[in-house]
């Protein structure tokens, strides 16, 4: 009998179990897929940063450390490097806006600088002379390459005792008294003592067979990959756009990865929550709209404008109706604990979401205060609403006027 079934092999549930044991508990990981972290996770676009508000600094910074720990524990390059994330503006009012962002993220993030236009072509050669008045900038950031790290995190899960199992299904929850007792597979029963529904984009729909609401809405996200471009070297900072629907880009094996938030949500840029579809089963419209924006950038990253596209990836990011996690024990059922509603941050946050999963399985308590990410905190919520709500909290991230910064990354602070 494991002492713990974690279900979802994407980076929540592959950090959830080694940091499960780390703490010394027996863990059995279970992931559908014949490999760990082919579906949302693959699709990541690898940024670490300050995404949010004081809240969820902590794991950002602790998101960081992880990823360049793990580096330096596999002896290779796992493409973990601190380049720094740049917020061009493209104008006056985008000045001001960034100015708005700079001057929240000092509560948390206090080497975070203001660059003039001189200093942001220096921090990033490949944006064309006059097309920028400055920038915002935060130095600490990191990109990584999450596939390699999801390769080393498989070693590391191995080495550490863990048993991971491919190919495998989960129907859901085996409950006795009122207590998770096992997990129901497609081959068979795995008896546990406690249960992490850490499955990413089918969460909901997992928790909806056990019996738990978990308020997580699976939404379409594309990027796409170019081929090489002389001008971009393993140094250049990492970018976003504000003024341009959040365009951002970062160096990917000598060429740029690039993606951008839609401006709208449509009926094709949603799925199934029940039964939400494999990455591969998704529609591509986004990855052309990604591109042409990107082509339209061109008077501003001159590369961008006829560079070969090399490929392409979508995933299903979860959002929930108020922009934060879903993170703690599900009320009323003993043991089963939920690690979900990554909404676009779960590179970042994920290792440090994990390491508060793992004292919560294993001590039953945490000294982190995870009551904004309570599990029930959207049980009165009507599935089309909490549907609604999700949508808007992935729009709130547009700037809603110009010169005006948005909500942080869309999240409703309290």
Same mark, same amino acid.
């Given at each position: 009998m494991?002492?713990v079934?974690?279900?979802?092999?994407?980076?929540?549930?592959?950090t @959830?179990?080694?940091?499960?044991a780390w703490?010394?508990a027996?863990?059995?990981?279970?992931e559908?897929?014949?490999?760990?972290? +082919?579906?949302?996770?693959?699709?990541?676009?690898?940024f670490?940063?300050y995404?949010?508000?004081?809240?969820? @600094?902590q794991l950002?910074e602790?998101?960081?450390?992880?990823?360049?720990?793990?580096?330096?524990?596999?002896?290779?390059?796992?493409?973990?490097?601190?380049?720094?994330l740049?917020?061009?503006?493209?104008?006056?009012?985008?000045?001001?806006?960034?100015?708005?962002?700079?001057?929240?993220e000092?509560?948390?993030?206090?080497d975070?600088?203001?660059?003039?236009?001189?200093?942001?072509l220096r921090?990033?050669?490949i944006?064309a002379?006059?097309s920028?008045?400055?920038?915002?900038?935060?130095?600490?950031?990191?990109?990584?390459?999450?596939?390699?790290?999801? &390769?080393?995190l498989?070693?590391?899960?191995r080495a550490?005792?863990?048993d991971?199992?491919?190919?495998?299904?989960?129907?859901?929850?085996?409950?006795?008294?009122?207590?998770?007792s096992?997990?129901?597979?497609s081959?068979?029963?795995?008896a546990?003592?406690?249960?992490?529904n850490?499955?990413?984009?089918?969460a &909901?729909?997992?928790?909806? &067979?056990?019996?738990?609401?978990?308020g997580a809405?699976?939404?379409l996200?594309s990027?796409? +990959?170019?081929?090489?471009i002389a001008a971009?070297?393993?140094?250049?900072?990492m970018?976003?756009?504000?003024e341009?629907?959040?365009?951002?880009?970062r160096?990917?094996?000598?060429?740029?990865?690039?993606?951008?938030?839609e #401006?709208?949500?449509?009926?094709r840029?949603r799925?199934?929550?029940?039964?939400?579809p494999?990455?591969?089963?998704?529609?591509?419209?986004?990855v052309?709209?990604?591109?042409?924006l990107? #082509?339209?950038?061109?008077?501003?990253?001159?590369?961008?404008a006829?560079?070969?596209v090399r490929?392409?990836?979508s995933?299903?990011p979860?959002?929930?109706p108020?922009?934060r996690?879903?993170v703690?024990?599900?009320?009323?059922?003993?043991?089963?604990?939920?690690l979900a509603?990554?909404?676009?941050?779960?590179?970042?946050?994920?290792?440090?979401?994990? &390491?508060?999963v793992?004292e919560?399985? +294993?001590?039953?308590?945490?000294?982190?205060?995870?009551?904004?990410?309570?599990?029930?905190?959207?049980?009165?919520?009507?599935?089309?609403?909490?549907?609604?709500?999700?949508?808007?909290?992935?729009?709130?991230?547009?700037?809603?006027?110009?010169?005006?910064?948005?909500?942080?990354?869309?999240?409703?602070l309290?």
């Amino acid at each position: 009998m494991a002492d713990v079934a974690v279900v979802g092999g994407g980076i929540l549930g592959a950090t @959830a179990a080694l940091h499960l044991a780390w703490a010394g508990a027996d863990v059995v990981l279970l992931e559908r897929q014949p490999a760990l972290g +082919t579906q949302t996770t693959a699709a990541g676009a690898g940024f670490v940063g300050y995404w949010a508000g004081e809240l969820e @600094a902590q794991l950002a910074e602790y998101g960081m450390r992880f990823y360049a720990d793990i580096e330096e524990r596999s002896g290779g390059d796992l493409g973990v490097r601190q380049v720094g994330l740049l917020f061009p503006a493209l104008s006056e009012p985008g000045v001001e806006m960034l100015r708005q962002e700079y001057e929240r993220e000092l509560h948390f993030a206090p080497d975070v600088v203001m660059l003039d236009e001189v200093e942001t072509l220096r921090a990033a050669p490949i944006l064309a002379q006059g097309s920028v008045h400055g920038a915002l900038f935060q130095p600490d950031a990191y990109q990584v390459d999450i596939g390699r790290v999801m &390769r080393a995190l498989y070693d590391e899960l191995r080495a550490a005792g863990v048993d991971v199992r491919t190919g495998t299904a989960v129907a859901g929850a085996v409950v006795e008294g009122d207590r998770v007792s096992g997990v129901r597979t497609s081959a068979g029963t795995v008896a546990a003592g406690a249960m992490v529904n850490a499955a990413g984009a089918a969460a &909901r729909a997992l928790g909806a &067979r056990d019996g738990v609401d978990v308020g997580a809405i699976p939404l379409l996200e594309s990027r796409f +990959t170019t081929e090489p471009i002389a001008a971009v070297t393993p140094e250049l900072p990492m970018m976003l756009f504000f003024e341009r629907d959040l365009l951002y880009l970062r160096e990917q094996d000598g060429g740029l990865l690039v993606g951008a938030i839609e #401006r709208t949500i449509e009926d094709r840029s949603r799925v199934d929550v029940a039964d939400p579809p494999s990455t591969g089963d998704l529609p591509d419209h986004a990855v052309w709209e990604h591109e042409r924006l990107a #082509r339209e950038l061109a008077g501003v990253i001159p590369a961008l404008a006829d560079v070969p596209v090399r490929g392409h990836a979508s995933g299903l990011p979860t959002w929930t109706p108020d922009g934060r996690h879903i993170v703690g024990p599900a009320p009323g059922v003993g043991g089963y604990v939920v690690l979900a509603g990554c909404n676009e941050c779960c590179v970042t946050h994920g290792p440090g979401l994990s &390491r508060i999963v793992a004292e919560l399985v +294993t001590t039953g308590a945490t000294d982190a205060d995870i009551s904004p990410y309570r599990v029930d905190r959207f049980a009165g919520l009507a599935g089309d609403d909490v549907q609604a709500a999700a949508e808007q909290q992935y729009l709130l991230r547009h700037p809603p006027a110009e010169g005006v910064a948005a909500t942080p990354f869309g999240i409703e602070l309290p």
